[in-house]
């Protein structure tokens, strides 16, 4: 009888985990199609800083094409973020992301600028207005968590 009630804890445990790693597939999945990059094989980082944050995805310097395909993918994310516009994290996401209504409303007060980094790019977020802030780490540290990244740059 013991065993038994072992075996069904174990699967009772097990189930919502299947779901979990089920759903972030299919955010895998669609972050593919929006960014057109593996995200299996692409690093995430979100960090927070004291004036903002930063948003990083990079990828093996040996992919030129896929490269290329991040760089694009975030200059294209900072100047739709700029015009505050947020589609594209809820669609990978699947939900409004937490920050994005703020961070629309006080678009005049946040700058994003793209950089390069080797094997892709990075959009750098800052902001003086503290309202604005605490939605860009709102947002931030909702993608770390979606994402399964932590950030060595957390404030």
């Known amino acids: 009888m013991t065993t038994r009630w072992l075996a069904l804890a174990v699967l009772a445990a097990a189930a919502p985990l299947a779901a979990q790693d089920s759903a972030f597939h299919a955010m895998q999945q669609r972050g593919h199609a929006a960014m057109g990059v593996d995200q299996y094989t692409s690093y995430h980082q979100f960090d927070d800083l004291p004036d903002g944050g930063r948003i990083a995805l990079q990828r093996d310097l040996a992919d030129a094409a896929g490269v290329a395909t991040i760089r694009a993918h975030l200059r294209h994310i900072a100047a739709a973020f700029a015009q505050g516009d947020f589609a594209?994290?809820?669609?990978?996401?699947?939900?409004?992301?937490?920050?994005t209504g703020v961070m629309a409303a006080q678009r005049a007060a946040i700058r994003y600028e793209f950089h390069a980094l080797p094997g892709g790019g990075e959009v750098r977020i800052t902001t003086r207005n503290p309202q604005a802030l605490s939605a860009v780490h709102q947002f931030l540290a909702f993608q770390r968590s979606e994402h399964r990244?932590?950030?060595?740059?957390?404030?």
């Open 149 to 155: 990244v932590a950030s060595p740059h957390a404030h």
């Open 88 to 99: 594209l994290p809820g669609f990978v996401h699947a939900t409004d992301v937490p920050g």
